[in-house]
């Protein structure tokens, strides 16, 4: 393992130790259901993906699936559930792999994607979801996921503005987006004989929407002895607030859903201003079905949730 993956497993293994005052284990998906909070923003764009990768693996035929990079298991969970097939998950961080066992219950395990502890073809699929951004040989990545996979890969990668890899390269900031991509990132793989589809998601078309949708209610605590100043502040949160309330309302699951839905469309009709890419990667042809053989609906995404997980606070 190389010093900058290092280092990333270090970043990684205290980012999935993280918990908020209470105890509460603070998730990369959302893994609590739709606004509960206590996980990472960018709600529709997480749903989105997670709609997608569905979407992708209902066209083709499989009976097991390994997740390479699928931090807590929400992902390779909501698989084995919609799907009905034996699943993996692994990450870099061996605290994602423990939050996977004791939240979801899914075997996991610490590997670098470089060095896949798996035998050649040990998984019909192989999944890896915004995780080759991050990696230091690219290449070797790709080739260790063909490598282990039976049938078909599936990924998902970030399109980053060349500049932002320049500066995260310079500065060797751990778990930072070191590649960029766009819809031809594999087209070397069609000429090695595998067959490689691909689709565009996240718009920046619905970038105000999504922000809309990310707001959060802040917390304001009324003292006595509050100063004037803190007194304005706490007047610009009220109506702040107020007005978070009435966006909640208008943004609610129907129109999360239907926003997930339009990104297909409009990436169908606008090819540009996509902020990520999803690619199948075919090693067996009859696989892979031209019709859906499982309907996959968002509200199946959106409706999902698992109890608020409190972190023993011994290992933190």
């Known amino acids: 393992m190389d010093e900058y993956t290092k280092k990333t497993k270090y970043w990684l293994d205290a980012r999935f130790k993280q918990v908020d005052r209470d105890g509460i284990y603070y998730a990369h998906q959302p893994i609590y259901g739709f606004r509960r909070g206590h996980c990472e923003r960018d709600l529709i764009s997480r749903f989105t993906r997670t709609y997608q990768i569905m979407k992708a693996l209902s066209h083709l035929r499989f009976n097991s699936l390994l997740d390479v990079g699928g931090a807590e298991g929400f992902t390779v969970y909501r698989i084995k559930e919609i799907f009905n097939v034996k699943v993996r998950n692994s990450d870099l961080s061996e605290e994602a792999c423990k939050r996977a066992k ?9 590997v670098d994607i470089h060095e896949l502890p798996y035998k050649d073809n040990e998984f019909d699929i192989v999944l890896s979801s915004e995780t080759l951004e991050h990696v230091t040989n690219l290449d070797k990545a790709i080739s260790e996921l063909i490598r282990v996979a039976k049938k078909a890969i599936i990924i998902t990668v970030p399109h980053e503005d060349d500049a932002i890899i320049e500066r995260n390269i310079k500065e060797k900031i751990p778990h930072a987006h070191i590649h960029s991509f766009h819809p ?38 009324s003292n006595r002895g509050i100063s004037q100043k803190n007194e304005i502040s706490k007047i610009f949160i009220q109506i702040y607030n ?59 995404i959106l409706e999902f949730s698992v109890p608020y997980y409190y972190l023993n606070k011994e290992g933190i």
């Open 242 to 300: 107020t007005l978070v309330s009435v966006l909640l309302k208008i943004f609610g699951k129907k129109a999360i859903s239907f926003m997930v839905q339009l990104d297909g469309f409009i990436c169908n009709f606008v090819p540009f201003y996509n902020a990520a890419f999803l690619f199948i990667i075919l090693k067996d042809d009859k696989c892979y079905m031209k019709k859906e053989h499982k309907k996959i609906s968002v509200s199946k």
């Open 102 to 110: 004791e939240i979801f219950n899914i075997e996991s395990d610490p």
């Open 184 to 221: 031809g990132s594999f087209h070397v793989l069609e000429s090695r004989g595998y067959r490689v589809f691909k689709k565009r998601m996240i718009n920046s078309i619905l970038r105000i929407p999504m922000i809309l949708v990310n707001v959060q209610v802040s917390e304001c605590t």
